[in-house]
């Protein structure tokens, strides 16, 4: 009498267990970089959208909106995204997500660290404010600070 074989044995479940285990510890550090490039994406888009509304809200102005260090960058929040009493502002010229902004009312970064803005600013001579990003280490001053100059 003859058995015929239905199903799969320990041994071949196991190898395949192994293999697909291999695939996917291989592929692990490709979707890292790519999500720590795509978070870096994401934080110079909102910088860029951040850079268009301060143009429209100076060209309305004639000037940039002053920083604050001690409002932090939420003073960006209250005169881009309004109301404002004034009869120049003809905003809102940015609105702003729940995830783009801290309990406190700054805008930030991916990291959850808020952004930081500076205006007038000289270090950079290629722009008149600057806004910075401390980057995936939330240190600013290292090599992975995301800006706009």
Not at 12 to 32: G, K, Y
Not at 99 to 110: A, Q, R, S, Y
Request: aromatic share 12%; glycine share 6%; no cysteine.
């Amino acid at each position: 009498m003859f058995f015929s074989k239905k199903g799969f044995t320990l041994i071949e479940i196991l190898i395949v267990i192994i293999i697909i285990s291999i695939v996917v510890s291989a592929s692990i550090p490709a979707f890292r970089k790519a999500r720590a490039k795509s978070l870096n994406v994401k934080t110079q888009s909102l910088i860029s959208s951040i850079e268009a509304a301060l143009s429209m809200y100076e060209s309305d102005f004639g000037d940039y909106p002053p920083s604050d260090e001690k409002k932090g960058n939420k003073i960006l929040v209250e005169l881009l995204q309004g109301p404002v009493s004034s009869d120049f502002w003809k905003g809102p010229y940015m609105r702003f997500k729940k995830e783009d902004l801290d309990t406190k009312g700054n805008i930030v970064d991916p990291w959850f660290t808020p952004l930081i803005y500076q205006y007038p600013q000289n270090q950079h001579e290629n722009t008149p404010y600057v806004i910075i990003s401390a980057g995936p280490d939330r240190k600013l001053g290292t090599g992975d600070d995301i800006g706009n100059w």
